[in-house]
T-cell receptor, first 108, second 112 residues
Framework: TQLLEQSPQFLSIQEGENLTVYCNSSSVFSSLQWYRQEPGEGPVLLVT?????EVKKLKRLTFQFGDARKDSSLHITAAQPGDTGLYLCAGEFNRLAFGKGNQVVVIP | GAGVSQSPSNKVTEKGKDVELRCDPISGHTALYWYRQRLGQGLEFLIY????????KSGLPSDRFSAERTGESVSTLTIQRTQQEDSAVYLC??????????FGQGTRLTVV
């Protein structure tokens, strides 16, 4: 059973376009983390959202935690090739549980 | 070092041989995770160690896979009688409880 479902699994867009990816669960989490993994590297933490409804911005990336703390979204504005990577969400569930990831490819 | 260190970085082995992968976590991190990542895929949870508690082995795919951790230090993941389907990147991560997980660079295992 996958604790965190991420959609879409794969997304390819042109440079300059906007995109949104999602992380959903049936469980309530005290916090959710978003990581980015670039090719050949391990995942690196981007942000942690803690409060229901919270919105955090990291340059062109906007992260939102759902009001019920069961889901989260990541929106990228004017995507750049450097945004290419696997985006992973993670939440506490006896252990830190990761979703399968959203593979994002930004084409120049 | 300041980060999670994994060795070897690359390993090519013949089908049927045993391999041992090593992970040195960040000092003071009580939690340690092993994940498998096949080419172009997401993270597949293998095993989780938390302090001196019994490890969560629920993700190990078969009895050919085992892992050990001595206290809060180094961990080894052993794969016996390797199969071609075991070819993947094996990632190790450590954290303080459920806060930020720090990942190593991974070990790329190729079974030929």
């Amino acid at each position: 059973t996958q604790l965190l479902e991420q959609s879409p699994q794969f997304l390819s867009i042109q440079e300059g376009e906007n995109l949104t990816v999602y992380c959903n669960s049936s469980s309530v989490f005290s916090s959710l983390q978003w990581y980015r993994q670039e090719p050949g590297e391990g995942p690196v933490l981007l942000v942690t959202v803690v409060t229901g409804g919270e919105v955090k911005k990291l340059k062109r990336l906007t992260f939102q935690f759902g009001d019920a703390r069961k889901d989260s979204s990541l929106h990228i504005t004017a995507a750049q090739p450097g945004d290419t990577g696997l985006y992973l969400c993670a939440g506490e569930f006896n252990r830190l549980a990761f979703g399968k990831g959203n593979q994002v490819v930004v084409i120049p | 070092g300041a980060g999670v260190s994994q060795s070897p970085s690359n390993k090519v082995t013949e089908k049927g041989k045993d391999v041992e992968l090593r992970c040195d976590p960040i000092s003071g991190h009580t939690a340690l995770y092993w994940y498998r990542q096949r080419l172009g895929q997401g993270l597949e949870f293998l095993i989780y160690f938390q302090g001196n508690s019994a490890p969560d082995k629920s993700g190990l795919p078969s009895d050919r896979f085992s892992a050990e951790r001595t206290g809060e230090s180094v961990s080894t993941l052993t794969i016996q009688r390797t199969q071609q389907e075991d070819s993947a990147v094996y990632l190790c991560a450590s954290s303080r409880d459920f806060t930020e997980a720090f990942f190593g660079q991974g070990t790329r295992l190729t079974v030929v």
